[in-house]
């Protein structure tokens, strides 16, 4: 049932619109009274869930705080009966502006994406953090003014990979089940392989790869169930190189990927040459620094069709079941509460 009306954190929030809902709880758009009125996105999660999500993506947003590409989180807290989080209210996927660029970028727009994606996983990983579920569902654009700012979101498979006192690697592991999409998962991933930095980064590439050519040549292999399809997949990824993978584009993305595969489990990835490789194509071929991705000239189109967009995206996030949690969760001092002024 909608809660469409109701005041929750303390009654500065309105719920006013509804986005979605899941056996765990709801997603709105509220109204901020502490900012104006302003739209905030608003998710409630059942007290008494199985697996508890909300608590764990606060904590997380809060550690990730005051960088770019982080949606600002302005309260966590209990109700009676729901877990309570407002936080940023953004635009549409990449996967959402992808399919209204008809499913192809520029090698311009790409370009600008690597940077930009590669500055939000440095910036996770500098706090001690593999994602691992790197793929466009989990990248949103701002709203507005900035609507050529790239977000990540997404924490429910998050891991911490170092000891953030001592920075110590955790151990190398082998026999773990597929974390993550498919489709974007590293090599080592399907390999049964602990995940590390090198992980995001090879599904990074995959991203870019999917984004300049539509697809990946993996995408929509039949198989009885879904073991039978993993191992397909996997079994493509190791017969195929690089440069086939990346044939007729330019070569700093088939360079890209074989850099990130061939780092080793615990070694520190050079975030600065990999940005630089992606930047001094992008000022070799002449390209503009004006900001413009394609949507922005796209988006040109009815405004309700890029916020029914959104909305959907929204929807797909209120209803996701996470695969598995964080193995060290139980561990982590959480924050239970804090506001903005934090």
Known sequence: MGQEGRRVGGGRFLLSKMLGSGSFGQI?????????????????????????????????????????????????????????????????????????????????????????????????????YIHRDIKPDNFLIGRGQKSNLVYIIDFGLAKKYRNPETLVHGPYRENKNLTGTARYASLNAHLGIEQSRRDDLEAIGFVLVYFLKGSLPWQGIKAEGKHDKYAAIMEMKIKMTFAELCQGLPEEFATFLSYARHLAFDEDPDYRYMRWLFKSLYHREGFRNDGCFDWNVVRARPASEVAERREARLRKMSTSVVASQPSDRAADDVVLSFRSSN
């Not at 947003?61 to 960088?67: A, E, F, H």
């Open 28 to 128: 709105y758009i509220a109204k901020d009274s502490e900012q104006g009125d302003r739209d905030v996105a608003l998710k409630l999660e059942v007290k008494d869930t199985k697996h508890p999500q909300l608590i764990y993506e606060a904590k997380l947003l809060k550690l990730l705080q005051g960088s770019p590409g982080v949606a600002e989180i302005f309260y966590f807290g209990f109700e009676e009966d729901f877990a309570v989080m407002a936080m940023e209210l953004m635009g549409p996927s990449l996967e959402d502006v992808f399919n209204l660029c008809k499913r192809k970028l520029s090698l311009k727009s790409t370009l600008m994406l690597a940077d930009q994606l590669l500055l939000r996983i440095e910036h996770f990983h500098n706090r001690h």
